[in-house]
C-alpha cells in the first residue's frame, strides 16, 4: 500500500534533500506535494488530504505546531512528523498533545528517517487490521447495496471514533471514490456526510436529556476533539450554536 506524503521546509535545500532521502528510506510512501510556508502546507493538505505531514517545526507565515493544530483539526486521521533543530527541542515539546508519530532532529538523519517511516507504518496497519473484520476482499462479493449498507452499519456503530474510508476501501481492493458512488446510491449523501449527519444527531439529543454533560464532554464523546470545529459544524448543520440550542431546548 501507498502512503502519501505531505513536506514542509522553509529552506529549499533541506527540503528537497528531505524529499531524496524519503523516497530512498521506504518506497511505500509517497510524496505528493511539498511547502516552503506553514499556510502553504495547509493549503495544500486541504486539496490533497495527505496520509502524512511532515513539518519543520520553525515555518514563515504559519508556524508548525499552529500547522500541526489546525490539521489536527480538520484532519484527524493524518499522520505527524516534526523536524527541528536542537534549540528547538523545548519548543517541539507541545506537539506531544497532537499525537506525533515522531521527532526528529535535523539535519534528518536517515536511518531515523527510516525508522520514523516504518512507525507511521505500523501505526496505519493497526488501524487497518482492526477494518479487516468487517471488510475484507471477501465482502466484494455481495452486491454493491450490501457493501453500502454493511457501511452504514458499521459508520451507526463507530460514528464516535476516527474511521479512515481510505483504509476501508483498500482493505476490499476498492478506491475510496468508487466505495463512496456506491455509498451515495443508496443513501443519497457521502459517507463523510453521513458521519457527520450521526455525530451531530447524536449531540442534539445530548444536549436535549444530558443537561450534567458540558459542551465539551459533548464535543468529545460524539468524536470531535475541538470544541470550537465542533460548535462550527453544529451551528452549520442546525442553524445554531451547541449554546443556543441547548438554551432554546430549556425555554
Do not use: W
Request: aromatic share 10%; net charge negative.
Amino acid at each position: 500500500m501507498k502512503y502519501t506524503v505531505i513536506v514542509a521546509e522553509d529552506e529549499e535545500l533541506l527540503l528537497n534533500n528531505l524529499i531524496s532521502k524519503i523516497r530512498k528510506a521506504d518506497p511505500d510512501f509517497e510524496v505528493i506535494g511539498k511547502a516552503q510556508t506553514g499556510s502553504q502546507a495547509y493549503e495544500l493538505v486541504e486539496e490533497l488530504n495527505p496520509d502524512v505531514l511532515i513539518t519543520d517545526i520553525r515555518m514563515p507565515v504559519m508556524d508548525g505546531i499552529t500547522l500541526l493544530a489546525e490539521v489536527r483539526k480538520q484532519f484527524p486521521l493524518v499522520k505527524f512528523i516534526i523536524t527541528s533543530g536542537f534549540s528547538d527541542f523545548e519548543y517541539a515539546k507541545k506537539a506531544i498533545s497532537l499525537k506525533v508519530s515522531d521527532y526528529l532532529l535535523k539535519p534528518v538523519d536517515s536511518e531515523e528517517l527510516k525508522s520514523a517511516l516504518f512507525k507511521v507504518k505500523n501505526e496505519f496497519l493497526i488501524t487497518k487490521s482492526s477494518y479487516e473484520d468487517v471488510f475484507n476482499a471477501g465482502t466484494t462479493r455481495m452486491p454493491p447495496g450490501k457493501i453500502a449498507e454493511l457501511l452504514k452499519d458499521f459508520l451507526v456503530e463507530n460514528y464516535s471514533q476516527d474511521i479512515n474510508l481510505n483504509l476501508i476501501a483498500d482493505n476490499m481492493n476498492y478506491s475510496s471514490s468508487y466505495l463512496t458512488r456506491i455509498f451515495c446510491q443508496v443513501y443519497d449523501c457521502t459517507p463523510s456526510k453521513y458521519i457527520t449527519n450521526l455525530r451531530i444527531s447524536n449531540a442534539q439529543k445530548m444536549l436535549l436529556h444530558n443537561p450534567e454533560f458540558s459542551i465539551r464532554q459533548i464535543s468529545e464523546a460524539v468524536g470531535y476533539h475541538d470544541q470550537g470545529y465542533f460548535s462550527r459544524i453544529f451551528k452549520k448543520q442546525t442553524g445554531l450554536s451547541p449554546f443556543e440550542f441547548r438554551e432554546d431546548a430549556e425555554i
